[in-house]
């Protein structure tokens, strides 16, 4: 996560999890800004209004529950078999 930011990236954490441990992970791998208790429908409505925002976002994702926040981001690692279009954004390799 230092690196990325270091390049000037900005790293926000969109987790299903409660508040106690999504700050517990966090701040374990060093990202200070999170959103918890996020449904599969608020990752991809916080994506559509950051680049609606002009923001070039960027999404990991490790479930079929994060295919909609994948599918709608600007590119994609998917850590995990989610099936998204392949146009809809590139995957990283």
Known sequence: MKRLQD?????VMLTGDNEHTAAAVA????????????????KHAEIERRQ??????????????????????TWVLPLARVPISPWRAPVLR
């Open 27 to 42: 701040r374990e791998v060093g990202i200070s800004e999170f959103k918890a208790g996020m449904t599969p429908d608020d």
């Open 52 to 73: 609606a925002a002009g923001e070039v976002v960027g999404m990991v994702g490790d479930g079929i529950n994060d295919a909609p926040a994948l599918a709608r981001a």
């Open 7 to 11: 390049d000037g990236l900005t790293v």
